[in-house]
């Protein structure tokens, strides 16, 4: 748990960043009566980015694990894409 623990953080790093650092919007939540994580990212409404994971405390721990890697690796795509943008206009 201690490597999904670390995901986490990394997941809600990334969401944080996006808050305060760019115009996305960024959303975490788990659900703890629906069994379920949740994660999206917008920009002026529309989705960049969803993902959510269901039956949460049933996953197979490796499965999970790569969920959660999958996730922390597209929301460092996404931050290394508004990194290169903004990068570029300046």
């Known amino acids: 748990m201690d490597t999904n623990l670390s995901l986490f953080n990394q997941i809600n790093s990334l969401a944080y960043w996006?808050?305060?650092?760019?115009?996305?919007?960024?959303?975490?939540?788990?659900?703890?009566?629906?069994?379920?994580?949740?994660?999206?990212?917008?920009?002026?409404?529309?989705?960049?980015?969803?993902?959510?994971?269901?039956?949460?405390?049933?996953?197979?721990?490796?499965?999970?694990?790569f969920e959660l890697i999958a996730i922390a690796n597209s929301l460092l795509h996404i931050k290394e894409t508004v990194i290169e943008k903004k990068l570029k206009s300046a």
């Open 18 to 65: 996006f808050l305060l650092e760019t115009n996305y919007k960024s959303s975490v939540m788990f659900d703890a009566d629906k069994d379920s994580y949740f994660i999206t990212i917008k920009k002026g409404g529309e989705r960049l980015y969803t993902f959510s994971i269901k039956d949460f405390s049933n996953k197979n721990k490796r499965f999970l694990e």
